[in-house]
Nanobody, 109 residues
Framework: HVQLVESGGGSVQAGGSLRLSCAASGFTVSTYCMAWFRQAPGKEREAVAAVVTDGIKSYTHSAKGRFTISRDNAKNTLYLQMNSLKTEDTAVYYC????WGQGTQVTVS
């Protein structure tokens, strides 16, 4: 049973940092393309960062230089380190591969 469970969201002041985690079960994260998406109120879901099986990473323009996507193969977990957070980063963040996680709320004030 393939499942993704996000955690690590919360409320933070602008300029602060958060690290989101996405624990995977039913498959191995290193063998799949994985991505983080976010959806702000009233807006469409958008991609934030992705990592492919050979480790190449990509970021949306707004995330580049502030966010880092990574995998811990031993823990079978995907991460998103978010630094220098801005109010416009407020959204529900989802990790995804062939399935979606339930999302974790990030609020920046």
């Amino acid at each position: 049973h393939v499942q993704l469970v996000e955690s690590g969201g919360g409320s933070v002041q602008a300029g602060g940092s958060l690290r989101l985690s996405c624990a995977a079960s039913g498959f191995t994260v290193s063998t799949y393309c994985m991505a983080w998406f976010r959806q702000a109120p009233g807006k469409e879901r958008e991609a934030v960062a992705a990592v492919v099986t050979d480790g190449i990473k990509s970021y949306t323009h707004s995330a580049k230089g502030r966010f880092t996507i990574s995998r811990d193969n031993a823990k079978n977990t995907l991460y998103l380190q978010m630094n220098s957070l801005k109010t416009e980063d407020t959204a529900v963040y989802y990790c995804a591969t062939s399935v979606w996680g339930q999302g974790t709320q990030v609020t920046v004030s």
